[in-house]
């Protein structure tokens, strides 16, 4: 599973890479989505890739990102009920079954959208206008992108 984060805003975009980023649901800075990892997800991340970052996520942070930033619809936190609606028990079972594909997030009701704080000690040294791989915050970060959302939550 990619998780993918807006880290630029929408001034001077053009509005293919706008239009690409509101197919993603990237509509402001500092939300995360999670996408599967499918040839036209990875194709659009490639376009937009001078305005977001994104990874892959590992589970233990996934439940985290669950367990601080879900939203039902109505902007309420999920309880114990909604576990119990689901068929889990844990954000660290409902997190394995996101990872493995075996539920869709949608589906159970919480949404697509994780909004996030700005990363503790900024981005990268370089700044949010250059690529991951020099310096930067912007691109492929793969395993890395858990440290950002760590840093976000």
């Known amino acids: 599973m990619i998780a993918a984060i807006r880290v630029r805003g929408n001034v001077n975009v053009s ?55 879900a939203l039902l619809p109505g902007n309420k936190k999920p309880g114990a009920e909604f576990f119990k609606g689901i068929g889990v028990n844990s954000w660290m079972d409902l997190a394995e079954k996101l990872v493995s594909n075996k539920v869709d997030i949608r589906k159970i009701g919480i949404k697509p959208v994780f909004r996030l704080r ?13 690529p991951f791989t020099i310096g930067g915050a912007l691109g492929d970060r793969g395993e890395k992108i858990n440290e950002l959302i760590e840093r976000m939550i």
Do not use: C, Q
Request: glycine fraction near 6%.
């Open 118 to 130: 700005p990363p503790r000690k900024g981005f990268e040294r370089k700044g949010i206008k250059k």
């Open 15 to 69: 509005r293919d890479i706008e239009d690409t980023m509101k197919l993603l649901r990237l509509h402001k800075v500092n939300h995360l989505v999670l996408l599967g990892e499918t040839k036209s997800v990875v194709k659009m991340l490639k376009k937009a890739e001078n305005y977001i970052t994104w990874g892959i996520i590992k589970k233990e942070t996934l439940a985290k990102v669950l367990e601080k930033r």
